[in-house]
């Protein structure tokens, strides 16, 4: 059984949907990349995967582990085990980053029945994932992303998920915004956590992520559709060419 | 927002009717009630001719209308202004009380026994409107602090309460600070003598049990030179279906490098989703910091009563004396808080800080009123407010009316002040965690409150999360 599997989803917000159709089965140990150009539904995708409220599936399934996912509430999904990095992290202003992370980490753990972490054993897996993150100790004792920069907020959602241990990550355009030092940071906390038991969509308008984090499989989506899926060469292609090649490609086809 | 709209909602826990046989005396008031109430305390004679003094001031008094808020006029003739269990011994021990009151106090969730041997904190419970319990008194007495309830101090220590009593909140004061000068029934005394450190937090629970029964508690506390003292106060009431008036008083003393933190949990009824049967909680508070290096911090969190209408303030009279106030005050429902606070500059070098975090939720409306006032002689007097809302829901509302009054050139006085709301994007946020609508928005509020929170004492601090958690059961979602 797929760790994922997407069937004709449809949906999107009041009325109008934005995805039309999507068919993509993710397995464990996989990374597969989601390109498009802008407004083609790569972000719409990951916000009804992880259920925002705003957002609505119209048609089609998804089975997360082997259940409906859309029978689950969103933080139920969470406790799953998926995990949905931000384009835009919030600010929590006066919560610690480490309080926000042991309440999260305590639902999970109650979720599955066992018993919450006790504060040094949290204290302990704090520091070790800030290593392997490469994350200032001080930006943990900090209110969640509140006077963050740029760079700081997306090297947080790693944190996040490096401490959380999700079995599917979505990250949603988690490169947008960072210049190439802190790209390369960013990239390296998302392969140290990369392992044959999880598996990670990663969401990008470019290709340079790639680069970096080197995905199994690329999809391209263009108006709601994944219009074409390849290996990692198909990134370069996309790179070289510009959308406009698939623009053209899927209207001569249309 | 759906959840937003069943925020107020949650059932007031703590509702019940005591049924204890009360010693009552008739309603409404005039000269042979305050007579009456007097001496069914022994009280001393100048403390019958300071309330029947209050008494025809109040005479001559119009109740107030500046606030922003209507509430339904009080029949002051209807009101009884005592009532007392019937049987009022001195307790030796617990099992001398009645057990029914006893249990009334294990529903509020403290029970006095629990209380003596786990917490180490003293507690003089005031049930309506006579004490019936005070526990640590020989620890206390050991370092000649005095905490007893405010009828035993005017027999064991009238000079004391001569000396003080009136001092910082004259019975001339308000309407309502007046008409509890003249029937206060009973409430807490605190002295703590020079250079002693009370080693506990001292506490009251203040309770109101009897239809109709104005509570008109009067509390004055007293640090002597180079003393200090914590002291909590908290507060529950049952259900009730009429409004209950209460207007106390809490005037604070601290001498020459003395400290005295007075901290409020607040939990009245708030009445019903109408507003119906909740308290009117008129209260007068003040400390006055007389000497040099004295210290007075409030710390209050309102979660509580129909409408709430209070100011504790400071007067900074010593050089180098420092007022603090950090409030949290939540309404919902049809819950008004008006509430605030005044600092006096009359000092050198003193200096204030104000906090105050506002949440509205439901029809909630929060007004944060505050007054700084440095006066002429105050040199390098200095103040920093911070006065800071939050919106839950498109029907409450959040005010804010400082004034600031400066008449001395070298003081320096800063208003800080923001309004905010809990964002979808927040909780959606937080519930790709994994954590729940509810735990989230009880998170996103801690984190508002924080820096009230902590000031309060620790097991405080603990009860006030919990509070505002319970308090906001569905409001967002």
């Given amino acids: 059984m797929a760790l994922l599997e997407i069937k004709d989803l449809r949906g999107g917000i009041k009325d109008q949907d934005i995805i039309n159709g999507i068919d993509l089965t993710v397995d464990r140990g996989e990374v597969h990349a989601i390109m498009g150009p802008n407004g083609s539904g790569k972000s719409t995708l990951g916000k009804i995967l992880a259920g925002h409220e705003e957002y609505e599936e119209t048609g089609g399934t998804v089975r997360f582990q082997d259940k409906d996912l859309f029978e689950l509430t969103p933080e139920e999904r969470a406790n799953e085990g998926m995990f949905l990095a931000f384009q835009y992290p919030v600010e929590i202003p006066g919560v610690s980053n480490a309080y926000f992370l042991r309440a999260a980490m305590n639902e999970r753990l109650k979720y599955r029945g066992e018993p919450e972490i006790s504060a040094g054993a949290f204290r302990r897996l704090l520091n070790e994932k800030m290593k392997q993150v490469d994350m200032d100790p001080e930006l943990a004792r900090r209110p969640v992303n509140e006077d963050f920069s740029g760079g700081e907020k997306k090297r947080n959602e790693i944190f996040h998920m490096a401490v959380l241990e999700p079995t599917l990550s979505i990250l949603d355009e988690t490169d947008s915004g960072l210049d190439i030092d802190a790209m390369r940071i960013v990239a390296h906390g998302i392969n140290q956590q990369r392992t044959a038991d999880n598996a990670m969509i990663v969401i990008t308008h470019y290709q340079r992520l790639l680069d970096y984090v080197v995905p199994d499989y690329v999809h391209v989506m263009y108006q709601g559709r994944i219009v074409k899926s390849g290996r990692k060469e198909l990134a370069f292609e996309l790179e070289e060419k510009g959308y406009e090649w698939i623009r053209e490609e899927v209207e001569a086809a249309g | ?477």
């Fill in chain 2, 1 to 477: 927002m759906e959840a937003i709209e069943t925020l107020a909602q949650q059932e007031y826990k703590e509702g019940w009717v005591t049924d204890i046989e009360m010693e009552t005396a008739p309603p409404g008031l005039n000269e042979d009630i305050i007579r009456f109430i007097s001496a069914k305390k022994n009280e001393p004679a100048f403390l019958l001719e300071w309330r029947l003094k209050a008494y025809r001031h109040w005479l001559t008094m119009k109740e107030p209308n500046w606030q922003y808020m209507a509430y339904p006029p009080v029949d002051y003739q209807d009101i009884v202004y005592y009532a007392a269990p019937k049987n009022t011994p001195q307790y030796n021990s617990l099992d001398e009380v009645d057990p029914e009151l006893l249990e009334t106090y294990d529903k509020l969730g403290i029970p006095l026994e629990e209380q003596k041997v786990l917490a180490g904190v003293a507690v003089d419970a005031v049930f309506d409107s006579v004490s019936v319990h005070t526990t640590f008194k020989d620890k206390l007495a050991e370092l000649s602090i005095i905490f007893c309830s405010f009828s035993e101090a005017a027999q064991e220590h009238p000079d004391l309460v001569e000396k003080y009593l009136g001092t910082v909140v004259p019975y001339r004061d308000n309407f309502f600070a007046t008409l509890n000068s003249a029937v206060f029934s009973d409430g807490s005394f605190c002295y703590i003598p020079p250079g002693v450190r009370c080693p506990m937090e001292l506490s009251t629970y203040f309770r109101i049990n009897t239809a109709g029964t104005g509570q008109f508690e009067r509390t004055l506390i007293i640090a002597d030179e180079g003393s200090y003292v914590s002291y909590l106060e908290g507060c529950t009431a049952p259900m009730r279906d009429e409004n209950q008036l209460h207007a106390a008083v809490v005037e604070l003393v601290a001498l020459k490098d003395a400290q005295i933190k007075y901290s409020t949990v607040q939990n009245w009824y708030p009445g019903n989703e109408e507003g119906k049967g909740g308290v009117y909680n008129f209260v007068t508070k003040r400390g006055a910091c007389k000497g040099e290096n004295s210290k007075i911090s409030w710390t209050q969190v309102e979660t509580g009563s129909a409408i709430t209408w209070k100011y504790p303030s400071v007067i900074l009279q010593g050089d180098h004396s420092i007022g603090e106030f950090y409030s949290v005050a939540l309404t919902r429902n049809k819950q008004v808080a008006d509430t605030g606070t005044k600092m006096i500059h009359v000092g050198k070098n003193s200096r204030s800080t104000v906090v105050s975090k506002g949440i509205s939720a439901g029809n909630g409306q929060n007004v944060y009123r505050g007054r700084i006032q440095v006066l002429k002689k105050a040199d390098g007097a200095r103040n920093y407010t911070q006065c800071d809302s939050m919106l839950i829901g498109d029907r409450c509302g959040a005010h804010t009316f400082p004034y600031i009054d400066v008449g001395n050139n070298s003081a320096s006085v800063e208003h800080e002040a923001s309004t905010a709301r809990i964002s979808e994007d927040q909780l959606f946020y937080c519930k790709t965690r994994g954590i729940s609508t509810e735990d989230a928005i009880s998170m996103i509020i801690n984190g508002f409150c924080k820096e009230v929170f902590q000031e309060l004492p620790m097991e405080f601090a603990v009860e006030a999360k919990k509070l505002l958690g319970i308090s906001l059961e569905g409001s967002v979602g």
